[in-house]
Structures are given as C-alpha cells and as structure tokens.
C-alpha cells in the first residue's frame, strides 16, 4: 500500500511506501512486522448475565422479542422475563473481561429494533471467565441451569 497527497506523485513520494517499524527480537535480531507472533491473547469464553429493566411490557411482546434475541444471538443460553425487567444468561467469546464485558453492554441497544424489544436500560451485569463459571457451578453458588435453555418467566 503506498500513500500518498492526491496530484501528481514526485519522484521521491513514489518510492515510499508504508512500512511498520521493526523491533528487536529477545536475542537482538530484528524482527520484521510480517513474521512478529500475535501480541494479542486468544479469545477466550465468558459467562454473561445481563439485567435490564424499564416500563412494564405485555408479556407476550416481551417473549417474542427475546426469542428473535435467542434467534439472532446464538450463544444466548437462557431469559428470564417479567413485565418490567428481564436477565439474559449466554456465552460470549472475547479476548479479555473488558471486550467481553463491552459487548455485552451493547447487545440490547444494538438488538432493540430488530428484535423489536421494549426500551429497558441495562441496569446489572456480571462477567465471569469459564473457569470461574464451572468453579461456582461446582461449588453450588453459580446460576444453576436448572431452568432449560430458552425464553421462560421468572
């Protein structure tokens, strides 16, 4: 890729093009950009619960709109609904707690219209790294899942 100001390139701008700066290896080789290993981690997996709330909603509109979440939302595990709140349980694959939890706190807002759910704000959210989830779990202090994948009442 070259750069460049628009116009008629000089002879020096057409000979530069973009390059990254190299860097030292551990043992003092550089290192070109092409070939350096990924500096970022491996994404990982997170257990989410969400909790939003709003103005009470008819029940059977909140149910549709959760289950086009579900739809458009394949890792979404369980909801639980009530006429004015709701929790959202699902995996989410991020590379650290903070894009995970960043994600997260988009899914409604990003999902509303299309799904077509009620205009509830995120008011709780827990993120939690898998072993933690299945630590918990054993432990008997996590969310069971108890209640079978799907959209159900509280």
């Known amino acids: 890729m070259k750069r460049g100001r628009p116009g008629p390139l000089t002879r020096t701008s057409s000979e530069r093009a973009l390059v990254s700066v190299d860097r030292a290896a551990p043992d ?3 290192v070109p950009h092409q070939s350096r ?14 909790s939003v709330s709003g103005p009470l909603t008819p029940l059977p509109e909140l149910r549709r709109g959760l289950e086009q979440l579900a739809h458009d939302h394949p890792f979404l595990l369980t909801s ?26 988009r899914l409604w807002g990003e999902h509303r219209s ?7 704000e995120t008011v709780g959210l827990e993120v939690i790294d898998r072993e933690t989830y299945h630590q918990r779990l054993a432990a008997g ?12 009442p509280f």
């Open 28 to 30: 003092g080789a550089v």
């Open 37 to 50: 290993p990924q500096d970022r981690p491996a994404a990982r997996l997170w257990h989410v619960t969400l």
């Open 80 to 105: 639980r609904y009530a006429p004015d709140h709701a929790e959202i349980r699902y995996w989410e694959e991020a590379r650290d707690v903070h894009d995970a939890a960043a994600l997260a706190l």
């Open 114 to 120: 299309s799904a077509g759910l009620p205009p509830w």
């Open 141 to 152: 202090h996590a969310p069971a899942p108890t209640i079978p994948a799907g959209v159900h």
